[in-house]
């Protein structure tokens, strides 16, 4: 026997007695490659733990199933020291005991930054939620008209939204001096109790808009049950020093130790209501104000002031329901033991937030904002005993063109702050409309140069592309400081791009008496603002009017764009510009009469021919586009028919015109010439389209094929 192999016997003898005699489990000595795999064994845990250690933060397992994944009710109830008000119920086992309650939330939403925040928020909130849900949301006037058509094309299911008009509150908040970035709507939350009815809900939780949720609120929702009979607001401490006064030089108001954060609010509204909420918050804010002037903190400072007075309404709701990012939070402490269920963004920087582990929510946060809101459509479990789950549709070769008659594409209106003032809106002023995808995103900073005017653009764009766009607008030298451009963003569902629904969203969100109805890949000669404004004001009535506005194009992709009509004819002559797709659809803008428009010197009536498309001024309250024409061919043509059906004089501009420039075929174009079921499937619509006419107007028009006799419009 080696000297090794005694020393190992005697070591492993030894271990053997003493682990037999404690514990009676060895009974035999131990092997020798065992002792070997135990060694080696802790050798790799030995360094795995010292790999690990130094980026034990955020990156525990936040998102995994480890024992840090949840936590129990026992910890949620005794956090920062909290006793249990009750045993845990056998329900609570369950984290899905109940799908069919309806959870009420409430938000305030008075802005376009707001909007957009509420955006991702409801993704983030969707995304884990199987419950039905009730909004009450405080509104302005735009955030209603945002919100509201946000919802209605969303289409989520099992969610319903009130709206509450902020002026016809702003008088409980208008007395209370006030600091708060917000202004006067970092205060509204505070009126929650007072509009929301009993027989409605008995309880509500209150959200900032800049949350990102990374758990079920259902899990919220239950925390009401833990609440003592006197308890009747629940709120997560504030995870800075700021009630400590270490952070400011301004002594802020009084809480209680570090206070508490308001960004996520739960109500029990029948307690407040019997405590005359409406009455006890302003009596205690009036006290405290006069000894520590304006509130900083809007609401957040007042519930601390009533909670401090009146400690037994508080209910300490556990710090991961509210894990606070601003730049001295001291949220590690929470995030590092527990798994975060919310993350809040309470700070004027928002995601551009300094924190050490600001990345990794960040990412978390960048997830839902290019995730596909439309697959949050889906339901799983269906409350209404009756209600079945959706057939499988029956074969259509024509479903997609089919499908634009009831379906609805989600749609973000004003997605950046827009204005254009009273004095700007005289009676002949006119809006430049246009429609495009995530590849012409380019066109717009050349077509702003071109013209003055208010813009409507509508973007149809997926969820990332939709970010990308927002990040190009933000960071352009030439938009970012433009408020007359109204960019909204319809996201992307199905084959065919839905042309026509993008036009008429766009159409329908103007501020404008006229609209010039125009395409993205056209650039307008300098000035046409003031032209058409001027030909708008010589014209007394614009009913049943429309003005063409001729359309040339170049092949030249660097070709400049004439700045007026003398120099236009002149690089006509030389065939570097012509009439629009005069090579292969002169059914287009022959009408137009381009030989005459050459030495007209004042508008000329044209008569409308089959086919014809031009671009147009007309008012405002003109006849949307019909939304069942999507993808390539007769979009524009049947618009411009139904107008022919109404009766509309044509009327050429002498002194106008617009540049196409050029571009890559669109994936529609080439569906169209490569795909008989598409262009008979347009050839079915279009028939069908010209009878609607004819029902409509008792107008007959000829059911030539013209259209589809060519390869390419």
């Known amino acids: 026997m080696s000297s090794f192999e005694a020393v190992q016997e005697f070591y492993v003898s030894n271990f053997v007695n003493i682990r037999s005699k404690k514990r009676n489990v060895f009974t035999c000595k131990f092997p020798r490659h065992w002792l070997i795999v135990l060694v080696l064994s802790t050798i790799i845990f030995l360094i795995i733990v010292n790999f ?12 995994s199933n480890t024992k840090l994944a949840y936590v129990s009710k026992e910890d949620e109830g005794q956090w920062n020291g909290q006793k249990k008000t009750h045993p845990l119920k056998e329900t609570d086992k369950n984290p899905l005991h109940d799908k069919c309650e309806t959870i009420h939330i409430g938000f305030v939403c008075s802005g376009y ?19 039905p849900i009730h909004f009450h949301i405080m509104v302005n006037k735009v955030s209603e008209k945002v919100l509201k058509t946000l919802f209605d094309t969303w289409n989520v299911p099992q969610s319903n939204t009130t709206f509450y008009d902020i002026n016809d509150y702003i008088q409980d908040v208008r007395w209370v001096p006030n600091s708060h970035y917000s ?36 899990e919220l929702w239950r925390l009401f049950e833990k609440f003592n009979n006197k308890q009747a607001v629940g709120i997560v401490e504030n995870q800075s020093d700021y009630y400590l006064g270490k952070n400011t030089k301004i002594k802020p108001w009084p809480a209680s130790g ?33 000894i520590y002037g304006s509130t900083r903190l809007g609401d957040q400072d007042i519930i601390n002031a009533v909670l401090l007075q009146h400690t037994d309404l508080l209910y300490q709701v556990p710090c991961f329901w509210n894990t606070q990012l601003s730049d001295h939070a001291l949220s590690y402490n929470c995030y590092n033991k527990f798994r975060v269920k ?53 074969t259509d070769l024509c479903a997609e063109f089919h499908r634009a008659k009831t379906s609805q594409w989600r749609t973000l209106l004003f997605f950046r702050e ?115 404004k001027s030909h708008l004001n010589s014209i ?16 030249r992709y660097r070709s400049r764009v004439p700045k007026n009509k003398a120099q236009l004819l002149g690089m006509w002559e030389k065939k570097s510009i012509f009439p629009f797709r005069s090579d292969v659809w002169v059914a287009g803008h022959a009408p137009t009469n381009y030989t005459k428009w050459k030495s007209a010197i004042a508008p000329y009536k044209v008569k409308w021919e089959p086919d014809f498309e031009p671009y147009i001024v007309v008012s405002s309250d003109v006849t949307e586009y ?50 008989p079921v598409y262009r008979m499937c347009l050839q079915n619509l279009k028939e069908e389209f010209i009878k609607d006419l004819d029902k409509k107007y008792g107008r007959l028009f000829d059911n030539k094929n013209t259209s589809f006799l060519l390869d390419i419009k």
């Open 113 to 131: 930054r707001s909007n957009l925040y509420l955006h991702t928020l409801l993704k983030s909130l969707f995304f884990y939620n199987i419950n």
């Open 540 to 555: 007394h009535d614009m009913k049943a009017k429309a003005l063409i506005v001729p359309a040339f194009e170049t092949q």
């Open 258 to 290: 570090r206070g508490f954060n308001s960004g996520v609010l739960l109500y029990n509204l029948e307690r407040l209501r019997r405590l005359d909420w409406p009455s006890l918050w302003p009596s205690v804010a009036k006290k405290v104000a006069i």
């Open 626 to 675: 019909d939304n069942r024409f999507m993808g390539f061919g007769w979009n524009k043509v049947s618009h411009i028919m139904e107008l022919e059906a109404q009766g509309y004089q044509w009327i050429v501009l002498p002194n106008a015109f617009i540049i196409h420039k050029p571009h890559a075929p669109s994936y529609d174009i080439a569906k169209f010439r490569t795909s």
């Open 52 to 63: 690990v250690i130094p980026y034990n933060s955020v990156y525990k397992d936040l998102s």
């Open 418 to 532: 827009y204005q254009h003032s009273a004095e700007e809106n005289a009676k002949n002023d006119v809006t430049f409309v246009a429609q495009l995808s995530y590849d012409r995103l380019q066109m717009v900073e050349e077509l702003v140069k071109y013209w003055q005017g208010p813009i409507s653009l509508t973007f149809y764009v997926t969820d990332p592309e939709f970010q990308q766009c927002y990040n190009f607008i933000e960071n352009s030298e030439l938009l970012q400081d433009r408020t007359n451009i109204a960019y909204h963003a319809v996201f992307k569902d199905g084959e065919y791009h839905p042309i026509n629904i993008l036009r008429n969203v766009g159409l329908k969100n103007v501020a404008t008496p006229f609209v010039f109805l125009a395409d993205i890949d056209f650039l307008p000669m300098k000035g046409l603002y003031s032209v058409l």
């Open 342 to 394: 919310v993350v809040h963004w309470n700070s004027p920087k928002k995601t551009h937030v300094l924190n050490k582990d600001g990345d990794y929510f960040r990412t978390l946060y960048q997830t839902f904002v290019e995730y596909n809101g439309n697959l949050l459509r889906r339901q799983l479990y269906y409350c209404d005993a009756t209600q079945d789950a959706v057939n499988e549709p029956q």
């Open 183 to 218: 202004g006067i709507f970092g205060l509204l939350k505070l009126v929650f109790p007072k509009i929301i009815p009993l027989n409605v809900t008995k309880k509500i939780i209150v959200l900032d808009t800049d949350l990102t949720f990374v758990g079920d609120i259902i």
